[in-house]
Nanobody
Framework: QVQLQESGGGSVQAGGSLRLSCVASGYSYSDYCMAWFRQAPGKEREGVATVYTYGAATYKNYVDSVKGRFTISQDITKNTLYLQMDSLEPEDTAMYFC???????????????????WGQGTQVTVSS
């Protein structure tokens, strides 16, 4: 049974930082595309970043609004996905979700309906 558990959300002021974590279990973590999505109140769920490792190569993708501020990473030995969020803005306020899918994601984030597994989410609130 695949399980994804996020943590690390909270409330910060604009310009601050947070690091989200997602611990995965129940599948071969290293073979999956891992992603972070977010959903703000009244808005659609948005893909934020993905990471996929194939052999010696690691592929990362970011939505334009977070490039240069957010960094996705993973520790395969711990089956854990991370999202380091720096220079946070009020527009980053949302529920953040971890997602996983067995298909590769080398070149793009893909839409939310293409991810098979989801965590419950962790809230990030950024005040101005």
């Amino acid at each position: 049974q695949v399980q994804l558990q996020e943590s690390g959300g909270g409330s910060v002021q604009a310009g601050g930082s947070l690091r989200l974590s997602c611990v995965a279990s129940g599948y071969s973590y290293s073979d999956y595309c891992m992603a972070w999505f977010r959903q703000a109140p009244g808005k659609e769920r948005e893909g934020v970043a993905t990471v996929y490792t194939y052999g010696a190569a690691t592929y990362k993708n970011y939505v334009d609004s977070v490039k240069g501020r957010f960094t996705i990473s993973q520790d395969i030995t711990k089956n854990t996905l991370y999202l380091q969020m720096d220079s946070l803005e009020p527009e980053d306020t949302a529920m953040y979700f971890c997602a996983a899918d067995p298909r590769p994601c080398r070149l793009q984030i893909r839409s939310e309906n293409e991810y098979a597994y989801w965590g419950q989410g962790t809230q990030v609130t950024v005040s101005s």
